[in-house]
Protein backbone atom coordinates (compact mmCIF):
# COMPACT_ATOMS: atom_id res chain seq x y z
CA UNK A 1 0.00 0.00 0.00
CA UNK A 2 1.36 3.15 -0.93
CA UNK A 3 1.92 5.95 2.03
CA UNK A 4 1.70 9.16 0.25
CA UNK A 5 -0.07 10.50 -2.81
CA UNK A 6 1.19 13.11 -4.59
CA UNK A 7 -0.76 14.81 -7.17
CA UNK A 8 -0.17 17.44 -9.90
CA UNK A 9 -2.64 20.49 -9.73
CA UNK A 10 -3.52 21.29 -13.90
CA UNK A 11 -5.05 18.12 -15.74
CA UNK A 12 -4.84 15.93 -12.69
CA UNK A 13 -6.73 17.87 -9.37
CA UNK A 14 -8.66 20.45 -11.72
CA UNK A 15 -9.62 20.49 -15.26
CA UNK A 16 -7.72 23.89 -16.48
CA UNK A 17 -5.42 22.78 -19.21
CA UNK A 18 -7.77 22.99 -22.08
CA UNK A 19 -8.72 26.53 -20.26
CA UNK A 20 -4.86 27.97 -19.65
CA UNK A 21 -3.57 26.57 -23.29
CA UNK A 22 -6.83 28.41 -25.30
CA UNK A 23 -5.49 31.85 -23.31
CA UNK A 24 -1.96 31.18 -24.45
CA UNK A 25 -2.94 30.05 -28.06
CA UNK A 26 -5.05 33.51 -28.34
CA UNK A 27 -2.12 35.59 -26.84
CA UNK A 28 0.72 34.36 -28.60
CA UNK A 29 -1.25 34.36 -32.08
CA UNK A 30 -0.82 38.35 -31.09
CA UNK A 31 2.72 38.12 -30.88
CA UNK A 32 3.01 36.27 -34.33
CA UNK A 33 2.93 32.27 -33.88
CA UNK A 34 -0.09 30.74 -34.39
CA UNK A 35 -0.88 27.69 -33.06
CA UNK A 36 -3.75 25.57 -33.07
CA UNK A 37 -4.64 23.98 -29.07
CA UNK A 38 -3.80 21.00 -29.61
CA UNK A 39 -0.40 21.85 -30.78
CA UNK A 40 -0.13 24.50 -27.87
CA UNK A 41 -0.73 21.42 -25.10
CA UNK A 42 1.33 19.34 -26.93
CA UNK A 43 4.37 21.65 -26.78
CA UNK A 44 3.59 23.44 -23.49
CA UNK A 45 1.38 21.36 -20.94
CA UNK A 46 3.65 20.47 -17.60
CA UNK A 47 6.65 23.25 -18.41
CA UNK A 48 7.19 26.24 -16.77
CA UNK A 49 6.44 29.39 -17.85
CA UNK A 50 9.58 30.44 -18.39
CA UNK A 51 9.90 28.02 -20.31
CA UNK A 52 6.88 28.10 -22.55
CA UNK A 53 8.38 31.72 -23.52
CA UNK A 54 11.73 30.70 -24.07
CA UNK A 55 10.19 28.05 -26.41
CA UNK A 56 7.73 30.37 -28.09
CA UNK A 57 10.20 32.32 -28.41
CA UNK A 58 12.46 29.55 -30.60
CA UNK A 59 9.31 29.21 -32.48
CA UNK A 60 9.09 32.59 -33.42
CA UNK A 61 7.21 34.40 -31.29
CA UNK A 62 7.60 38.39 -30.51
CA UNK A 63 7.59 38.08 -26.87
CA UNK A 64 8.03 41.55 -24.49
CA UNK A 65 10.16 41.11 -21.25
CA UNK A 66 7.19 41.07 -18.89
CA UNK A 67 5.32 38.44 -21.20
CA UNK A 68 5.40 35.81 -18.42
CA UNK A 69 3.43 38.43 -15.79
CA UNK A 70 1.15 39.59 -18.44
CA UNK A 71 0.55 35.97 -19.57
CA UNK A 72 -0.26 34.38 -15.81
CA UNK A 73 -2.86 38.12 -15.51
CA UNK A 74 -4.58 36.57 -18.22
CA UNK A 75 -4.91 33.18 -17.44
CA UNK A 76 -5.82 33.83 -13.95
CA UNK A 77 -8.40 36.10 -15.24
CA UNK A 78 -10.08 33.17 -17.17
CA UNK A 79 -9.76 30.50 -14.69
CA UNK A 80 -11.34 33.08 -11.86
CA UNK A 81 -14.21 33.13 -14.14
CA UNK A 82 -14.52 28.88 -13.25
CA UNK A 83 -12.35 26.19 -13.17
CA UNK A 84 -13.93 22.61 -12.59
CA UNK A 85 -12.60 20.27 -10.31
CA UNK A 86 -11.51 16.66 -12.67
CA UNK A 87 -14.50 14.40 -12.72
CA UNK A 88 -13.91 11.68 -9.84
CA UNK A 89 -11.08 13.69 -7.41
CA UNK A 90 -13.10 14.75 -5.00
CA UNK A 91 -14.49 11.07 -4.76
CA UNK A 92 -10.56 9.58 -5.27
CA UNK A 93 -10.01 12.51 -2.42
CA UNK A 94 -12.58 11.16 -0.03
CA UNK A 95 -11.22 7.32 0.14
CA UNK A 96 -7.65 8.35 0.45
CA UNK A 97 -9.20 10.11 3.49
CA UNK A 98 -11.42 7.31 5.10
CA UNK A 99 -8.02 5.02 4.17
CA UNK A 100 -5.59 7.24 6.26
CA UNK A 101 -3.58 7.64 3.11
CA UNK A 102 -2.02 11.29 3.07
CA UNK A 103 -1.33 13.09 -0.40
CA UNK A 104 -0.16 16.33 -1.48
CA UNK A 105 0.31 18.22 -5.00
CA UNK A 106 3.63 19.12 -6.55
CA UNK A 107 3.41 21.45 -9.05
CA UNK A 108 5.65 23.74 -11.61
CA UNK A 109 2.46 26.22 -10.82
CA UNK A 110 2.60 29.35 -8.82
CA UNK A 111 1.07 28.90 -5.33
CA UNK A 112 -1.34 32.08 -6.39
CA UNK A 113 -2.51 30.10 -9.02
CA UNK A 114 -3.43 27.12 -7.26
CA UNK A 115 -5.16 29.13 -4.86
CA UNK A 116 -7.56 30.51 -7.56
CA UNK A 117 -8.18 27.16 -9.26
CA UNK A 118 -8.44 24.44 -5.80
CA UNK A 119 -9.75 27.66 -3.83
CA UNK A 120 -13.21 28.08 -5.77
CA UNK A 121 -13.73 24.26 -5.52
CA UNK A 122 -13.06 24.18 -1.44
CA UNK A 123 -9.77 22.28 -1.75
CA UNK A 124 -7.42 24.79 -0.40
CA UNK A 125 -7.50 24.54 2.99
CA UNK A 126 -6.56 20.81 1.91
CA UNK A 127 -3.47 21.14 0.43
CA UNK A 128 -2.52 24.73 1.78
CA UNK A 129 0.27 23.21 3.49
CA UNK A 130 1.26 20.41 2.02
CA UNK A 131 1.92 22.56 -1.46
CA UNK A 132 5.00 22.05 -3.14
CA UNK A 133 5.80 24.67 -5.89
CA UNK A 134 8.99 24.50 -8.04
CA UNK A 135 7.91 28.18 -7.80
CA UNK A 136 8.67 28.19 -4.18
CA UNK A 137 11.53 25.51 -4.43
CA UNK A 138 13.45 27.33 -7.57
CA UNK A 139 13.42 23.96 -9.63
CA UNK A 140 10.80 22.37 -11.54
CA UNK A 141 9.62 19.15 -13.29
CA UNK A 142 11.11 17.08 -15.41
CA UNK A 143 14.35 17.71 -12.15
CA UNK A 144 12.90 15.24 -9.19
CA UNK A 145 13.50 17.31 -6.05
CA UNK A 146 9.99 18.37 -5.82
CA UNK A 147 8.50 14.68 -5.70
CA UNK A 148 11.66 14.09 -3.31
CA UNK A 149 10.93 16.86 -1.18
CA UNK A 150 7.34 16.25 -0.76
CA UNK A 151 8.21 12.07 -0.09
CA UNK A 152 10.92 13.42 2.89
CA UNK A 153 8.37 15.93 4.38
CA UNK A 154 5.95 12.92 4.62
CA UNK A 155 8.44 10.27 5.52
CA UNK A 156 7.02 8.51 2.68
CA UNK A 157 9.03 5.09 1.52
CA UNK A 158 6.30 4.20 -0.87
CA UNK A 159 4.57 7.33 -2.41
CA UNK A 160 2.90 7.28 -6.06
CA UNK A 161 2.72 9.87 -8.23
CA UNK A 162 -0.74 10.56 -10.42
CA UNK A 163 0.87 13.10 -13.58
CA UNK A 164 -0.91 14.01 -16.88
CA UNK A 165 2.21 15.80 -18.74
CA UNK A 166 5.81 14.11 -20.14
CA UNK A 167 7.87 16.28 -17.76
CA UNK A 168 6.03 15.10 -14.47
CA UNK A 169 5.98 11.73 -15.62
CA UNK A 170 10.25 11.94 -16.09
CA UNK A 171 10.43 13.69 -13.00
CA UNK A 172 8.74 11.00 -11.17
CA UNK A 173 10.35 7.95 -13.03
CA UNK A 174 14.11 10.42 -12.24
CA UNK A 175 12.53 10.21 -8.55
CA UNK A 176 11.90 6.35 -8.54
CA UNK A 177 8.44 6.61 -7.89
CA UNK A 178 5.29 4.66 -9.16
CA UNK A 179 3.75 6.84 -11.44
CA UNK A 180 0.25 6.91 -13.02
CA UNK A 181 -0.08 8.92 -15.90
CA UNK A 182 -3.74 10.95 -16.49
CA UNK A 183 -4.43 10.65 -19.89
CA UNK A 184 -8.09 12.66 -20.41
CA UNK A 185 -7.00 14.67 -23.69
CA UNK A 186 -5.35 11.70 -25.50
CA UNK A 187 -3.96 8.18 -25.54
CA UNK A 188 -1.54 8.67 -23.17
CA UNK A 189 1.35 6.71 -25.63
CA UNK A 190 3.69 9.40 -25.04
CA UNK A 191 3.42 9.00 -20.79
CA UNK A 192 3.68 5.33 -21.81
CA UNK A 193 6.63 5.71 -22.97
CA UNK A 194 8.33 7.77 -20.24
CA UNK A 195 7.44 4.66 -17.96
CA UNK A 196 3.22 5.77 -16.37
CA UNK A 197 1.04 3.48 -16.33
CA UNK A 198 -1.84 5.09 -18.16
CA UNK A 199 -4.86 5.54 -17.47
CA UNK A 200 -8.50 7.62 -19.40
CA UNK A 201 -10.87 8.19 -15.76
CA UNK A 202 -9.85 9.47 -12.65
CA UNK A 203 -12.90 6.95 -11.20
CA UNK A 204 -10.65 4.23 -11.84
CA UNK A 205 -7.37 5.71 -9.71
CA UNK A 206 -8.72 3.76 -5.79
CA UNK A 207 -8.36 0.18 -7.70
CA UNK A 208 -5.24 1.28 -9.37
CA UNK A 209 -4.10 2.57 -5.91
CA UNK A 210 -5.18 -0.47 -3.72
CA UNK A 211 -8.53 1.44 -2.39
Known amino acids: MHDLVIFDCDGVLVDSEVLSNQVMVDNLAGHGLHLSLAEC??????????????????????????????????????????????????????????SDIPYCVASNGRPEKMKITLGQNGLWERFQDVMFSAQVLGTGKPDPTL????????????????????NGVTAAIRANMRCLGYAAHDDGARLEELGAEVFSDMLHAPKLLGL
Not at 78 to 98: F, S, W
Not at 147 to 166: K, M, N, R, Y
Open 41 to 98: MSLFVGGTMTGVRDKARELGADLPDDWTDQIYAEIYETLKAGTPLVAGIRELLAQLDA
Open 147 to 166: FLTAAQHFGATVPVVIEDSE
